[in-house]
């Protein structure tokens, strides 16, 4: 069963979607050779890229001209597409990089995973839903691309309600602000539709991918959670908890964990995240203890045992294969799919050709950084969009497309009208670069010195609480 021809539609063989990727293919050539008009092709480009995610989700394997599906074999992955174009954007759950200035085609991304745009109408209808203005991570499009989200919105309007569930990878003690872009944007969702949430803490999955030892990373998933509690989530609707420690103590999660690995092929789990015969047999199995929070009898303390409400995931872009894996085996075990809502990256202070990383400081601003600190890294590494002299950029104007102090007030100033006015004073040369870092610092300083002095708040015995299995304050 595939996800991306349209979750109402029947189910294709492989042999089908080959042969359909195969037609595709020649009627990209044959438009091509006619030079057709651009459109014309773009359109047919597009369904090419559509029909090759249908067939590696389907198949496990990437789609070769030629060569018909095999379960034994697995084709390369750093081929040119049948187009003849080669994809410059690599997004996984481990690796981000584009060579582009700008960041990452996300209009690529959605043809190529196969999500769905978030347009104005689902924004304005979230609006409608909820009773609340949007969050500007949805009027900007910061969250940029879903999977069936009008479903859960046609439910929630029928009083059929929802869960969230999100999680972060422990892989430092301290967290850098755009760890902070999902959870600011999960409280939102938490608030407005007053929902449960379960957020999940992979100290395992680090462990198996790092040079750390576990003690270590269940260290940095302790000291991780209060950085998300400080967020300010309401512990009697939240529920956060470390695989090392409640997986060997949840029955009722780990067998869903086994349901999902007997119906994932380890073909499959290769051709979705690129394993490789040398990678440790923990990574083959971590995708499933990762799928399993979507499915609500995971927990049987909030949800007690029922299987039939659905989950919403609020996440960056790079961790939807986990879920569309999810998505392809949930209706085989008996859950609803997941839905999800996804995220565009947090860039790094050098440019959005890459992510902000842990574990290089001077990409990142972290949330332990003093004042001074932030005002020293953006000054001297954000990547600047102006000129080279004040003489030119008045002249001239700057680029806010590829500026990292304005991308990153898009994330951090919630005033719409001046974040465009801040554009316009860039791009006409009214403002200096050196001016827009300023605001960017008198932003930034205000927002990481007001999350410390919540995280000061967090005890251990208030970590203890979020983290223990139990009922939450929500009826269903």
């Not at 759950?93 to 104005?120: E, H, M, Q």
């Not at 008198?442 to 299995?469: A, G, N, Y």
């Amino acid at each position: 069963m595939t996800d991306c021809q349209g979750d109402g539609e029947g189910t294709n063989s492989p042999m089908e979607v080959y042969e359909k990727l195969t037609a595709q293919g020649e009627e990209v050539r044959a438009l091509k050779t006619a030079k057709a008009e651009k459109a014309e092709i773009d359109a047919a480009v597009q369904l090419l890229l559509k029909l090759k995610v249908d067939y590696k989700l389907l198949t496990g394997q990437d789609y070769k001209a030629g060569c018909p599906h095999s379960e034994t074999s697995v084709a390369p992955d750093d081929r040119p597409s049948a187009d003849g174009a080669i994809d410059e954007d690599t997004v996984d759950p481990w690796n981000v990089s584009t060579s582009n200035a700008k960041g990452v085609d996300y209009d690529k991304l959605i043809v190529r995973f196969g999500s769905s745009k978030i347009d104005k109408e689902l924004v304005d209808r979230i609006e409608k839903v909820s009773g609340q203005k949007p969050h500007h991570f949805l009027r900007r499009g910061i969250f940029f691309s879903h999977r069936d989200m009008h479903q859960v919105l046609d439910a929630y309007e029928k009083h059929k309600s929802f869960y969230l569930y999100t999680g972060r990878g422990p892989s430092s003690e301290a967290m850098h602000v755009g760890h902070l872009i999902p959870f600011i944007f999960t409280k939102w969702l938490q608030d407005v539709f007053d929902i449960p949430l379960v957020i999940q803490l992979t100290d395992d999955e680090k462990y198996l991918w790092k040079d750390l030892t576990l003690e270590e990373c269940h260290r940095f998933a302790v000291e991780n959670a209060k950085d998300i509690i400080a967020c300010g989530f309401d512990v009697n609707k939240t529920f956060i908890f470390s695989d090392l420690e409640f997986m060997g103590a949840s029955p009722e999660f780990y067998r869903n964990v086994v349901k999902i690995q007997k119906h994932v092929t380890f073909n499959q789990v290769k051709g979705i995240f690129g394993f490789t015969d040398s990678d440790c047999i923990g990574k083959i199995s971590f995708p499933a203890i990762q799928a399993a929070p979507s499915f609500s009898n995971s927990f049987p303390q909030i949800f007690k045992g029922r299987k039939d409400i659905q989950c919403l995931i609020p996440c960056a872009i790079d961790q939807d294969p986990y879920f569309r894996m999810t998505r392809d085996v949930a209706p085989r075990i008996g859950h609803p799919k997941p839905a999800l809502l996804h995220s565009t990256f947090f860039p790094a202070l050098q440019g959005a050709q890459t992510k902000m990383s842990a574990s290089d400081a001077n990409s990142s601003i972290f949330l332990t950084d003093t004042p001074k600190q932030i005002k020293n890294k953006v000054n001297k590494h954000a990547f600047s969009g102006g000129k080279d002299t004040v003489e030119e950029h008045r002249k001239y104007g700057g680029n806010p497309d590829v500026d990292v102090a304005f991308m990153y007030l898009t994330f951090f100033l919630d005033d719409d009208e001046q974040l465009e006015k801040i554009r316009q004073d860039y791009i006409s040369g009214a403002l200096l670069t050196g001016e827009l870092k300023k605001l960017l610092i008198e932003t930034l300083q205000p927002i990481i010195s007001h999350h410390q002095e919540q995280r000061k708040k967090v005890t251990d015995e208030k970590v203890k609480h979020f983290m223990t299995p139990r009922a939450l304050h929500f009826n269903f």
